[in-house]
């Protein structure tokens, strides 16, 4: 006892600075008030005559029982003269603290691209609670309006958008996917450009004979059904000095997509015929010998996916492509790789990074030839596929 | 219980790097661009020679105040050991203020409150009143940790990198390259904090080849994060802050997995809590050495110290971009003179004994 009372103090002090350092790296010991935080799930991004307009979606708890799974939302404007404005008048009209931890993607509208959109980015970018990895979109119309719509596949709308950004769509090329951290890098790189998905919302056909209800807004089951909405991200918006300067077809954002070298088992068809990407090698140099010069190169196999019209089993099961074959379908993706260049171009946006590729040769070279208009670059765009063997 | 040469080298090998991973990245990047590397690795080496250098002094097994009183008297030597505590509580400050960042970043989703930080004056008060004999258990704990969270945070970012980013090298010019070594001053005085531990620990047969070459060590390790935290960063590198827990969290698991790097950022910002304090322990220690009797004086001197951090970090609260120019700026020669200059005059007044060997 005696010899327990003498380490005492020692064990007190231990038992104190193991309490203090549990304090310490601790951060609010997970008491978040979800009655007083709004956590933030996608934000979108308008611009009207006063500044901003941003609609934060915001997660709200929802029902235990099994009928109303998933996530439940509530959409709430701010306004302002900047973004953090914005979230500040967010603040301010609900009394609910923003947090933008949770924020995986940020709309912008079509007026905010009008503009540069760092106009807006700059205060995520600026916000250490932001995630650099949060996704970034462009839309048809309204931002506001995309996120306040209802979706078709998912209670909350922003959920519905990233199921189109997620690895798999964008490995089949079917989508190209920014996040701030990698648009901010080209915008403030030597090409200043970037892109990002550009989301157009539709009517889903029938929509009012679907399933019932929609729950963002937290509306019950008794309220007037909307129109749910079903959404498309196969475009590609593609930025200059922060301006939306042009919007990529899907086949060209599957040609940028091959380019980057990102697809597998993605699927594309020619003259009737689907083709599977099983290897995808893209390839964007720059050499500046004497003067200039790029080349897009993409090497690809594929095998055949599907056709219009019948074939043999035999056919069907070594889904190999002939020698004409090959030559065709390189044929197509050369010119989707050639309609990419142009639509490049023609917006003098310097999505390849032609400019950051100087720039890494050398400082020099760089400055002989940052100035160089992009469609006075000699360009070689080739495309070369093989078939499974 | 006196650190081992093993301890020491833990020290050097993996304590000492984690210090530089949460405003100095930005920094340099802001300072030297894409050439960010070369200034480091200029510190590095010469940090290395003076590690050396130091580990010689070690073999008088007497500490570095006990140095000077030999040499200089009592007086003097007093003089010399408030002029090195106060360097060390300088010094201190400005890992204080980056421990305070990452806490505010890494552990909390919205801005807290400014005193949430004062706890870790406790604990630096608390571990500050202790000897400084005890470190050597603390860093064979703190070692593992802080190489599995650099691995950690290495392995999960560096899939993100893009090396082209470093391309061309050169491209800062010799502005770039001296600008980074004189903003980078404040952070790379690990010989003063060794010099200040001298006699603490005995010297072995072949310590200052061992330590010179696991600082270098823990340098690569040091050279290899810059390098990926610029190529996952590039252009917007300057606004990473701190770089250790920005870095990692693009790995692509995450969305799937939740962000399983602040397994390994919590390592790290564990380690660097002892590292935060090892300079006002220091402190402590010496002023207790040269003013030395009464017990009570360590406790006292370190709930002093502490409060003046505390004051100070407090005082500056509102002007951190403000603060930091400064010390990395302004007031960057005061390290030099610490961590260069003094270890160099005394390896030169107390330096090899005659016939003696090095070994």
Known sequence: MKKFLKCFPVKLWILLFALLVLTFFSNDFGLVDIQKTALVLAAGIDRDEDGFRLTAQIAVPKGTDRTTGGTSSVEIDGRGSTVSECISDLYARTGWVPKLIYCDLVVLGESAA??????CLDAFLRNEYMPDSCLLAACAGSAGELLSSTSAIDDTSALALEKLFSDAAEQAGQVMTTTLREFAIGYFGESRSGYMPYVRAQAQEGSDQGQGGSQSGGQS?????????IYSARETAIFSDGVLVGILSPEETFAFSLLKGNVYAGTFSVDGTSYLVLRDRGDIRVTASASPAFSLFVDCTVQHYGESHTSAPEQLVKGTLSRQEEEAVSARLTQSLQALWTSCTQAECDLLFFRRSLRRASPAVYAAWKDLPLSALPVTVQARVRSLR | MKPSSRQICFFLAAVAPVGKLVLMPAQLAADAGN????????????????IFCVLLLARHDCTVFALVRRAAGDVAARIFAVLLAAFLLFFAFLPVVEQKITVRSIFYDTIPAHLVFAPFFLFSA?????ALGSLGRV??????????????VLLLSVGNADFGALAPFGAAGTGGFIDGI???????????LLLAM?????YRKGLAWKGTLCYLGGGLALLFFLAVFYGVFGEIAVLQTPAFARVSAFFSAATVLGRIDYLFIFALAFVMTFYVVLPVQEAVGTLAEAFGGASLLPPLLSVGCNALLFAAVSLLNLSPSQTISTITGTLFWIFP????VLPLVLLALFGRRQREKIS
């Open chain 2, 198 to 202: 001298i006699g603490l620990f005995p």
């Open chain 1, 221 to 229: 089951m008794a309220s007037p059904k909307t129109e749910e909405k």
């Open chain 2, 182 to 192: 004189r903003r980078t001053c404040c952070w790379f005085c690990d010989s003063a």
């Open chain 2, 126 to 130: 608390y571990l500050s009143a202790r």
């Open chain 2, 35 to 50: 050439d960010l590397l070369f200034p480091v690795l200029a510190q590095l080496v010469l940090q290395a020679a003076l």
């Open chain 1, 114 to 119: 009008e503009k540069d959109v760092f106009d």
């Open chain 2, 337 to 340: 003179l610490f961590s260069a």
């Open chain 2, 139 to 152: 860093w064979d704990i703190l070692a593992p940790l802080s190489a599995v969270g650099m691995a950690g």
